[in-house]
């Protein structure tokens, strides 16, 4: 049996997609002989998402943790790996577009040694759903050309990831602005081990993207705090120039989900 998993799945108004993901997680771990436990942390949705995971709670091993005080992706992230009672943890969006099946594989890749595993659109044997735009590709293409430059991987915007509680704990005091949570556990916890495991990036299954120009400026500004963490300050201030242009060329992004 291999080390038990925690995954945890930020929320908010995500009620219609919370028991095909459990199910199919489960499913996924039970394929694989893994255990674990699924950690939701949900902003205060109000929309039903608390009584799902209470009758999911009888059959499978997860939690549900309600935030009435804070907000925001990035926090709610950094709630559920403070909380997570497993040393490997996966992080997750509940909108089903990171594929369940994948977990077992990102797991595999932390217990083989790497210090994150990237569930990722850009390597060999991964895909884009069908239906994105040649514009919204564009758009994430644009969105993840300086972030590579933090840490010298293909998909840096993933937000699909495991990683271990050593890790975690290696990034220190995180500073979150936003939705990218994983690049700045990257880039602090200054990770030379990162595995990028092939996946199929799906549509939405239901619910609305979060995403609008005030979260793609608050992007650029994560951006460029990174850079400056990474690279001091002559560096830092090329990034904000170009964090000012990732911004604007959000404006017309907004429609879509997260790069």
Same mark, same amino acid.
Not at 67 to 82: D, H, I, K
Not at 194 to 213: D, N, Q
């Given at each position: 049996m291999m080390t038990p998993v925690s995954i945890i799945v930020p929320t908010y108004h995500e009620s219609p997609n919370i028991e095909a993901l459990a199910r199919r997680v489960f499913a996924a771990l039970d394929a694989a002989r893994m255990t674990g436990e699924i950690i939701f942390v949900d902003d205060d949705s109000r929309d039903g998402t608390a009584e799902i995971v209470r009758r999911l709670a009888s059959e499978y091993s997860v939690r549900l943790l309600v935030?009435?005080?804070?907000?925001?992706?990035? &926090?709610?992230? =950094?709630?559920?790996?403070?909380r997570a009672r497993h040393d490997i943890m996966v992080i997750m969006d509940a909108d089903l577009q990171h594929p369940p099946e994948s977990v077992p594989a990102l797991v595999e890749g932390i217990v083989r040694g790497a210090e994150m595993a990237i569930g990722s659109r850009y390597v060999p044997g991964a895909g884009i759903d069908a239906e994105w735009s040649w514009f919204r590709r564009l758009n994430s293409f644009v969105a993840t050309v300086p972030a590579r430059m933090l840490v010298g991987v293909r998909d840096p915007m993933s937000g699909f990831c495991a990683m271990s509680r050593e890790t975690f704990h290696r990034a220190g005091r995180l500073h979150p602005i936003g939705y990218k949570i994983v690049l700045e556990l990257a880039v602090k916890s200054r990770c030379d081990r /990162?595995?990028? =495991?092939? /996946?199929?990036?799906?549509?939405?299954?239901?619910?609305? &993207?979060?995403? &609008?120009?005030r979260e793609q400026w608050r992007y650029a500004r994560h951006l460029a705090r990174l850079y400056w963490f990474r690279? &001091?300050?002559p560096i830092a201030v090329l990034a904000a120039t170009g964090a000012v242009l990732i911004a604007w060329a959000g404006r017309t992004f907004v429609r879509g989900d997260a790069p």
């Open positions: 935030r009435t005080e804070e907000r925001g992706l990035a &926090s709610a992230v =950094v709630c559920g790996l403070e /990162i595995a990028e =495991v092939p /996946i199929t990036f799906a549509g939405r299954a239901a619910g609305a &993207s979060k995403l &609008s120009l690279f &001091s300050v």
